[in-house]
């Protein structure tokens, strides 16, 4: 069996030229595309629309800082320790998106398309909202997308972008879905659980057309840029080994005097 080369289409440089794309990243990119739009055509392989670049704009700005959150707080602290290491301390912070913390827009994605799936084969959309709802709700799991520790009763990111989705008229299937799970919530949960920033952004960019792999790259992109900047402010003034000394502090230490 022939044994199959490794192919990528994105880029490849060559001596006096960088193709990205299929495009000359000197002669036709650099000048003329934003970041924002450079980072879609890196994603998709073809060139934003006004609408695509609008909404990517819109959500790195909304997930890309939330003050000192867990995966902030674990760049500091790591640049403390080893100050020449800043790309370590920003993958310290990145290791920390999951499903607790800024991971949650792709898990999203996916019940947004699976509730999708279930409209076209001949389903309502609130009503198969709320079959997988209750599914979620009865097997002990939390809705992806929903609650939130400080943003109550709503997350004001969350409303911006579904406010900013229906003025452009990008609004389609998936936002209709985000909707329906927010009105099934309530009553299944039995208190109010808001919408967080996780859902319009997964909504939005389904409903742009981008497949659900590439939704969690648009809040680690943006997170990376957050974490950048704490990193800057803890070089200027450092605050790192405040945090760990106050975590320090705050540990129950459950040990007995004789244990050491």
């Not at 939005?204 to 950048?228: C, E, F, K, Q, W």
Request: net charge negative; hydrophobic share 45%; with cysteine.
């Amino acid at each position: 069996m022939k044994a199959r080369r490794p192919v990528s289409r994105i880029s490849r440089p060559y001596p006096d030229r960088i193709e990205v794309r299929g495009r000359d990243l000197a002669a036709e990119l650099m000048g003329r595309l934003s970041f924002t739009e450079y980072f879609h055509l890196l994603l998709t392989g073809r060139e934003a629309t006004d609408d695509e670049r609008f909404f990517l704009d819109v959500l790195l700005v909304a997930i890309a800082e939330h003050g000192l959150m867990p995966s902030n707080v674990a760049a500091r602290v790591t640049l403390a320790a080893n100050p020449e290491s800043l790309q370590g301390a920003v993958a310290a912070g990145i290791l920390g998106a999951g499903p607790v913390v800024l991971g949650t827009s792709e898990s999203c994605a996916r019940l947004l398309e699976q509730a999708q799936a279930q409209v076209e084969a001949d389903g309502v959309p609130r009503r198969v909202a709320e079959e997988m709802a209750r599914t979620i709700h009865d097997a002990g799991e939390r809705l992806p997308g929903f609650g939130h520790p400080i943003h109550r009763p709503l997350d004001p990111r969350a409303e911006r972008i579904l406010d900013l989705a229906d003025a452009r008229g990008i609004s389609g299937a998936h936002v209709l879905l985000a909707g329906c799970f927010r009105e099934v919530v309530v009553e299944i949960w039995g208190k109010p659980l808001p919408m967080n920033v996780a859902m319009p952004i997964a909504a939005v960019l389904l409903d742009l057309g981008y497949a659900s792999s590439a939704v969690r790259a648009v809040p680690i992109l943006a997170r990376t840029a957050g974490l950048l900047a704490h990193l800057v402010e803890e070089r200027e003034h450092p605050i790192g080994l405040l945090l760990a000394a106050a975590a320090e502090e705050a540990a129950v230490d459950e040990r007995r005097p004789d244990e050491g």
